[in-house]
């Protein structure tokens, strides 16, 4: 449980954030994907994703969101127009806590912070996209009215893996 006292805020990602992004990055994908996504693949991404690439995301304007807790940064959410065709035109790209800070209401916060900055852009309907297998993400988003859209078999790593979309109107 957060103590009372702690202190939540999410707000624009800047360039000062990229290291501690990249860690949220490395801890919650290793933790999440450890065993379903091939290890060699996993430790290429998070290497390729540190702090540089980070930074450079940041600085080329993509919406990058932060949710820090007493003023550690401790999940991020991508987001923006839609990569699939349909009648969805906003996506969350990623969205990722930190496991030691799961489970405590702050995906929540950046979920809600995420679909305000697409409705402020006049993006209508949500899409997000998740690994079949990631049942916590499904759960989340289920919880939160998104339904199964669309499905589709990616390969990653070598493994055949199978994602969903969930949408919201
Ligand atoms: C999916 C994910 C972003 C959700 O974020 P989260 O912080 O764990 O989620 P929350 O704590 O906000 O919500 C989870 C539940 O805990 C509840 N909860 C537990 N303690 C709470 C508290 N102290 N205050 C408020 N809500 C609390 C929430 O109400 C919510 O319940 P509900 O879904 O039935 O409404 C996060 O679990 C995560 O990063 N998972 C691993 C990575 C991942 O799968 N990312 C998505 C890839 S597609």
């Known amino acids: 449980m957060l103590e ?9 990602g800047k360039p000062g954030d ?3 992004i990249a860690d949220v990055f490395k801890e919650s994908w290793q933790h999440a994907y450890r065993g ?11 290497r390729r994703r540190g702090a540089d690439w980070w930074r450079s995301t940041v600085r080329a304007g993509e919406t990058v969101l932060i949710v820090e807790c007493s003023g ?14 349909g009648p969805y035109q906003g996506e969350i790209y990623e969205i990722y806590m930190l496991p030691s ?21 006049g993006l ?16 989340f988003y289920w919880r939160r009215g998104g339904r199964p859209v669309a499905k589709t078999i990616e390969k990653i790593g070598g493994a055949r893996l199978e994602k969903v979309a969930f949408g919201w109107q």
């Open 36 to 46: 379903i996504i091939p290890h060699s693949h996993l430790e290429h991404m998070i």
């Open 124 to 139: 209508n309907g949500l899409l997000i996209w998740a690994l079949s297998e990631n049942f916590t993400a499904a759960d």
């Open 72 to 85: 550690e940064v401790v999940g991020y959410t991508t987001l923006g127009t839609s990569r699939t065709k």
């Open 101 to 121: 800070h799961q489970g405590l209401g702050l995906g929540e916060h950046l979920f809600e912070a995420a679909r305000a900055r697409l409705d402020s852009r």
């Open 18 to 20: 990229a290291k501690a």
């Open 4 to 12: 009372s006292r702690a202190s939540i805020k999410v707000r624009n």
